[in-house]
């Protein structure tokens, strides 16, 4: 019996102990909401519809290491593959000035506005796009440097034209 009581009142100690140092506690009333996976868009929202193939005019590029120097840049094809709501996704088709042809995934979210969308390439390039009209859009790509760019910094400008009947 005295093992018993001495059982007992090592328990309730243990607990009281727990409860006065914070290592147990009544689950509060504000829960932490759940994470959601996808995005919540207002009903309201009207992205231009992008998909189709765009080919590429008025390209400009730049290198920039020591000094900045110009890049001769050939006409550029993207293809936005698919849409929903503001995510498109494709790829990119160039030929770059002294190797292959590549071939780069793409995935663009447009801006509240709908006016506009910032991309993201394969190698990691940022390009901004905004749309000067329904089937044209500017576009300001850069790369921080790496592999595509041997190694430089570079800076991209042109305008992309929706080739029509292409979906």
């Given at each position: 019996m005295r093992v018993c009581r001495s059982v007992i009142c090592i328990a309730i100690l243990l607990v009281i102990s727990l409860l006065s140092a914070?290592?147990?506690?009544?689950?509060?009333?504000?829960?932490?909401?759940?994470?959601?996976?996808?995005?919540?868009?207002?009903?309201?929202m009207n992205y231009p519809d992008i998909t189709g193939t765009w080919k590429s005019s008025g390209e400009a590029g730049w290198n920039l290491n020591t000094t900045i120097q110009d890049v001769t840049v050939g006409e550029n094809t993207w293809v936005f593959a698919s849409q929903?709501?503001?995510?498109?996704?494709?790829?990119?088709?160039?030929?770059?000035?002294?190797?292959?042809?590549?071939?780069?995934?793409?995935?663009?979210?447009?801006?509240?506005?709908?006016?506009?969308?910032?991309?993201?390439?394969?190698?990691?390039?940022?390009?901004?796009?905004?749309?000067?009209?329904?089937?044209?859009?500017?576009?300001v790509l850069t790369y921080a440097s790496g592999k595509d760019t041997g190694g430089n910094s570079f800076a991209l400008t042109m305008m992309l034209h929706r080739v029509k009947g292409t979906v």
């Amino acid at each position: 019996m005295r093992v018993c009581r001495s059982v007992i009142c090592i328990a309730i100690l243990l607990v009281i102990s727990l409860l006065s140092a914070g290592c147990i506690s009544a689950p509060e009333s504000s829960a932490v909401p759940a994470v959601t996976t996808g995005m919540e868009l207002p009903a309201s929202m009207n992205y231009p519809d992008i998909t189709g193939t765009w080919k590429s005019s008025g390209e400009a590029g730049w290198n920039l290491n020591t000094t900045i120097q110009d890049v001769t840049v050939g006409e550029n094809t993207w293809v936005f593959a698919s849409q929903q709501g503001p995510v498109v996704k494709g790829f990119k088709l160039f030929r770059q000035p002294y190797g292959p042809d590549v071939n780069q995934t793409v995935l663009g979210i447009f801006d509240p506005d709908g006016k506009s969308l910032t991309i993201i390439d394969q190698p990691g390039g940022w390009a901004k796009a905004t749309f000067t009209g329904p089937d044209t859009m500017f576009v300001v790509l850069t790369y921080a440097s790496g592999k595509d760019t041997g190694g430089n910094s570079f800076a991209l400008t042109m305008m992309l034209h929706r080739v029509k009947g292409t979906v």
